[in-house]
């Protein structure tokens, strides 16, 4: 045999007594390490020894308290004219002379321009000389009835005169004398009351050519253009020397000389949803934060139509800003807060603690034996960081905030309340 066969000779003919001792020792060491394993995960269960705290995750947590909420609704909206208008001429003509142009600020009744109306001129003085030939004319027919009324009064008194002889005496005047005296007492009562129609009819005429002359006037007057209201021009749509049909012409598009917009107060226009829009009330605040001007402005509810529209389920409302430093410009949007409903002492959590599916509401919370509990809410009225809990919850109870993906139903954590937590954060940092 070699030197390798004579070496595994000895190997083999190891007493068997080393064997079993070596194996003795062999299980008595698995048997302490699974001993020691043990023990090892009875503490990590055990929630009062330090080795339990090792292991269970720290979960941030805020309490339930009550206190005051008032909810609120953010809507962003765009800033509109309070008034805005085109500007139309009453009667077509050609721009003679126009005053202002974009940007100008003018005040009710100012002249904007001024119309050349040539065939309204001529109608103006025939209108002008109708009224005068109708005042001649009723010089003329009162002259008439002076001279039909005297006439008559003369003839009157000789027919009475001659009437009174022949009864006086008779055979004194002949019939024949009488009755033509009688005959021309009647006619120049005729001639009296024909005088007096054409005085009637005099004057008729006058008052027409009197309107038609006041209405040429007023159609005179329209070739002045003037302001509605105080404003700003904000667009001109025709020149000097421009045609301008008439505003109320149908057969043609008419032109507008200039667009006018009252800026000195702007109305705020909201989509209120249909969720909300009963709890709309005239006079509630309303603070417009505007980018543009990194400002916020305040303001209260002025109107509201009261009504939904069927398209959009959403309720108009208005909101009236003064705007006397021209600070706001129309079509700045405004990001707004709009105070609704507000409550006093009810229960209220972080809006981020809460999980919606649908009308559903969850949070976690945690119990006395640290140990968290996905709980179902009501909830009620919220703003922007916290909300309402009708039902679910009790006062000091203390709920999961952050993360919940992290923590599931069951899983005994080492709650912390969020001042503490940030405290803690801040001391690693």
Known sequence: MGMFGRHLARETTMPRTKQIAIGITILL??????????????????????VADRVSPTAAVVRAERGNLSSTLSIAGEFKPFQVVDVHAKVAGYIRTIYVDVGDHVKEGQVLAVLEVPELTAQLAGADAAVRRSQEEIRRARAEVQRAESAETAAHSAYVRLKQAADARAGLVAQQ????????????????????????AAQQQLAVAQATLKQDTALSD??????????????????????????????????PVVRLAQTSKLRLVLPVPESVAAQIHLGDPVSARVQALNKTFEGKVSRFADSLDLQTRTMETEIDFENHRGELIPGMYAETELGLAGRKNVLTIPLQSVERNGND?????????????????KLGIENNTMVEVLSGLSDGDQIVIGNRSEFHNGERVRPKLLAEAAMSSEGTN
């Open 29 to 50: 060491a698995g048997a302490m390490v699974w001993r020691w394993m043990s023990r090892t995960r009875a503490r990590a269960d055990d929630p009062n020894h330090p």
């Open 177 to 200: 004398e009488v009755d033509d005296a009688q005959a021309r007492d009647l006619e120049s009562q005729a001639q009296v009351a024909t005088s007096q129609a054409n005085l009637s």
């Open 361 to 377: 509401a969850t949070v976690l919370s945690v119990n006395p034996e640290n140990v968290i509990e996905e709980r179902h809410v």
């Open 222 to 255: 329209y070739s002045r253009i003037s302001a509605p209201f105080n404003g700003v021009i904000t667009v001109r749509y025709a020149d000097t020397g421009a045609l301008i049909a008439a505003g109320t012409s149908s057969s043609t598009q008419s032109m």
